[in-house]
């Protein structure tokens, strides 16, 4: 999960809550603005894993900054482009496994990372390797590698501040930028997570970020660890207003982990099967098994470095030309997630995206790639096929 803490200017916005929360409905006063609707209905997922990331079809590559990445990758077939898909906490390159399933029949080029401290690629324990502009760089040596001098980038999660620093930084290898359940992440140069809360408390009514103290905690990692089966429940709820009191609040995640709370999981996490060289198994129990075997700490470190403000250091190298967003964008903003609002997201976009901005409502919870699979791949599709790129 994640959330964008202040506005693209480095200073926490001064909207009131009425606007905020209206953000969503009146986003149509942005000029660039097109089709909002909502896509609702949530399909079982259908992919065949026997088509799904084989893992020969993986590859490893040491990026400029001395780390070894392990990819998926497909080659673009006649003049489709490539799409490079950026995943969030706390996930792998699998949490794309539908979108590659859907895409890479109909010719497109893929690029998928398991992204630095997750699954087959290196995990540093020190969070200053985890800051935006090493990240961008390290997708940006991917791409030199593998020839690809533009890609469609899609993000979700924390992989949208990814894509972000990746257009801010990189914006000649960005043919035009998807991101889901969050927004564009603008450079934030001022660290000041007493005016964050404050705002987020003004605007909202309640805390958004709470768990982001239990994350950043020493002895953060051991206590999801040992608690793992807590954690999952927690992070990917059945009912997704729990995270309201028990993921957005003050306390409410530290409560939870260290009381061993169960709870049950969505039904697009137990009814579907990934297939693993040991043999067939639950998503729930994929996603399980790769979290436990590389550990928590390289998960943990997306928040670190935000919560020790390496980040905000380090947004101070992007120039305030390159805030701006002069390409097509993609919002698929997901109604039922109640720590990345989409009225949150909303704003940034509304400020930035200076080339056509496609927005999208979903009526799902944070997960919509896996969730809501066959909408976020149809929307995308339609969207790629509009941006004249040979789609």
Not at 49 to 68: Q, V, W
Not at 257 to 271: H, I, M, R, V
């Amino acid at each position: 999960m994640r959330r964008c803490i202040v506005a693209g200017n480095g200073q926490i916005p001064s909207s009131s809550t009425h606007h905020a929360e209206r953000n969503l409905k009146s986003v149509h006063k942005y000029r660039r603005f097109s089709n909002l609707y909502s896509l609702s209905s949530v399909a079982t997922p259908t992919c065949d894993p026997r088509s799904m990331m084989d893992a020969s079809e993986y590859k490893k590559h040491t990026t400029s900054r001395g780390f070894s990445y392990s990819y998926y990758a497909s080659p673009a077939q006649g003049d489709k482009p490539t799409l490079l898909f950026v995943h969030g906490f706390p996930s792998s390159s699998w949490d794309w496994h539908n979108q590659v399933a859907f895409f890479k029949p109909k010719g497109f080029g893929l690029i998928v990372p398991d992204m630095l401290g997750y699954a087959g690629t290196a995990k540093p324990t020190d969070p200053a390797s985890y800051v935006g502009s090493g990240l961008a760089q390290d997708v940006a040596d991917i791409l030199d590698h593998e020839g690809l001098q533009q890609v469609v980038a899609i993000g979700h999660d924390w992989g949208c501040r990814i894509v972000s620093r990746l257009v801010n930084l990189h914006p000649e290898r960005v043919l035009a930028a998807a991101f889901l359940a969050v927004g564009y992440v603008p450079p934030n140069p001022v660290h000041d997570p007493v005016a964050a809360t404050a705002y987020c408390r003004r605007t909202f009514g309640r805390d958004l970020w709470g768990y982001w103290i239990p994350f950043s905690e020493e002895g953060g990692a051991t206590t999801i660890e040992k608690n793992i089966d807590s954690f999952l429940a927690l992070v990917f709820p059945a009912t997704p207003e729990l995270w309201i009191d028990h993921l957005g609040a003050i306390g409410g995640t530290k409560t939870w982990l260290e009381s061993n709370k169960q709870g049950p999981a969505p039904a697009y996490l137990t009814s579907e099967v990934i297939h693993l060289s040991d043999g067939n198994h639950p998503l729930l129990t994929t996603i399980r098994k790769l979290l436990l075997d590389g550990g928590m700490t390289g998960p943990l470190s997306y928040y670190k470095v935000n919560t020790l403000g390496l980040n905000a250091e380090d947004d101070k190298l992007v120039p305030r030309e390159k805030y701006d967003l002069h390409l097509p964008v993609f919002f698929g903003a997901t109604t039922r997630d109640y720590v990345c609002t989409p009225a949150f997201d909303l704003l940034p976009l509304g400020r930035h995206a200076q080339g056509p901005l496609t927005v999208r409502e979903f009526d799902a919870d944070h997960w919509i790639t896996l969730s809501h699979s066959p909408q976020v791949n149809a929307a995308l599709l339609e969207w790629i096929g509009g941006l004249s790129l040979g789609a």
